[in-house]
């Protein structure tokens, strides 16, 4: 016993360590993102399940002989670990304040949501807010099968004249659905009032870049001419996304006006007023040699189903960094600095570009020790992040201050 609790013990403090510096290698970075990820964004919860296996294998004897002691001692430093990775959790909305104060000049108004509400931290994956309302599964195109569906959230008291979010989730493109990800944000912005859109797109190996981009224009067309049966304005629309998502979420307030990236509605308006792309992928080209040549292999036998070499114009459509111009929509671009699946230096060059170029204001908010996906759940860092996401999004679409703190105070 006492040497199956120092084996488990060194097994707390791995996934304690890699959440503290996850492995760069890049065969490596996919379980190094997962264990990363559960660590960082769950540290609590991971306390606990060491606390309650401590105690069970102390009461079977694990402390009988050396080895034991020695994984008393490890569980022990790596409790010390997650507290502190509670509290860089907890210290996220600061971060975000001070992006938002140093680039837009704003401070979120007093009485924003904490996270401080246990019973909600404590239930992670329970998304639903009191009043609010899904509508599910609607065509955004004729003839739509499964991937070309959408939901809409609302409050089920059906306001009018709200702003609209529109949500793209990720997964690599080439897995994902609209029910998994963005709900945090998304529901709590409807019980604020939003009328939020979440969609499903074609996914590779089916279809190659651009038509997951298209969906997702088709899905924002659909907006623009019926969200207003819903609720919602649509001269009030921001995109945002996680991931792929945010990776097409980028493109879709870049190239709003394209034709060719609007085949069969090339005259409807597809502009938004506002991005917020989380831990995007901004570069296809991998100009900045961020990336070996995974990466790249993937992209051109599953995404693109070209390579570089053979359609650089392709990549360089496929790149946000590439489609940056001048009447960009403001942006606000949030990524980890561990993030094990897209590094942090592709936003840091994204957030370069759009500052140097677009006329619009662009929000950088580099969360310390926060891996890739840190908002699909109720996550520490998701409670403090995502009140003040909308903090900038009634800012630049002119909306003013959030209207009522003791009502979001509710919904956090």
């Not at 599910?136 to 609302?154: E, F, H, K």
């Not at 903090?391 to 956090?412: I, T």
């Amino acid at each position: 016993m006492p040497v199956a609790f120092l084996v488990v013990s060194l097994i707390g403090m791995a996934f304690t360590l890699n959440a503290f510096r996850p492995l760069r290698l890049e065969v490596l970075s996919l379980p190094s993102f997962f264990a990363g990820w559960l660590t960082s964004e769950l540290p609590l919860h991971h306390l606990v399940w060491e606390a309650i296996a401590t105690i069970v294998f102390v009461a079977l004897g694990a402390l009988n002989g050396w080895p034991g002691w020695v994984g008393l001692a490890v569980t022990l430093l790596s409790w010390v670990g997650l507290v502190v990775l509670a509290r860089r959790a907890f210290a996220s909305g600061a971060v975000v304040d001070a992006a938002l104060q140093h680039d837009l000049g704003i401070t979120p108004p007093e009485g924003l949501p904490t996270p401080r509400q246990w019973k909600r931290l404590a239930l992670p994956f329970r998304f639903r807010e009191p009043g609010v309302e899904k509508v599910a599964d609607l065509p955004y195109v004729d003839g739509a099968g499964p991937r070309q569906r959408l939901d809409i959230y609302r409050r089920s008291d059906h306001p009018t004249g709200a702003p609209v979010l529109f949500y793209i989730h990720g997964g690599g493109w080439i897995i994902g659905k609209k029910e998994e990800q963005g709900l945090p944000m998304m529901n709590h912005l409807a019980a604020q009032g939003w009328v939020c859109v979440t969609a499903n797109y074609r996914l590779s190996p089916k279809v190659a870049f651009p038509e997951h981009l298209l969906d997702c224009k088709r899905a924002l067309a659909w907006i623009h001419e019926h969200i207003a049966e819903y609720g919602g304005d649509p001269s009030r629309i921001a995109v945002s996304g996680g991931s792929a998502g945010g990776h097409l979420a980028s493109l879709v307030a870049l190239t709003a006006g394209r034709p060719e990236l609007q085949p069969g509605f090339e005259d409807v308006d597809l502009s938004v007023r506002a991005a917020v792309p989380f831990y995007g992928v901004y570069d296809f080209t991998n100009r900045d040699k961020l990336y070996r040549k995974g990466r790249t292999r993937m992209f051109a036998k599953m995404i693109m189903k070209t390579t570089p070499e053979a359609d650089p114009d392709l990549y360089r459509l496929a790149s946000p960094m590439d489609q940056v111009r001048e009447d960009a929509p403001p942006f606000l671009v949030i990524h980890g600095s561990n993030d094990s699946l897209v590094n942090v230096g592709e936003a840091r060059r994204f957030v370069e570009l759009l500052r140097a170029r677009s006329a619009a204001p662009v929000v950088y908010a580099e969360l310390p020790g926060t891996q890739h996906a840190f908002e699909v759940f109720r996550s520490i860092r998701a409670a403090e992040v995502v009140p003040r996401i909308e903090v900038f999004l009634r800012a630049v679409l002119g909306l003013g201050d959030v209207a009522d703190p003791a009502r979001e105070g509710e919904s956090a």
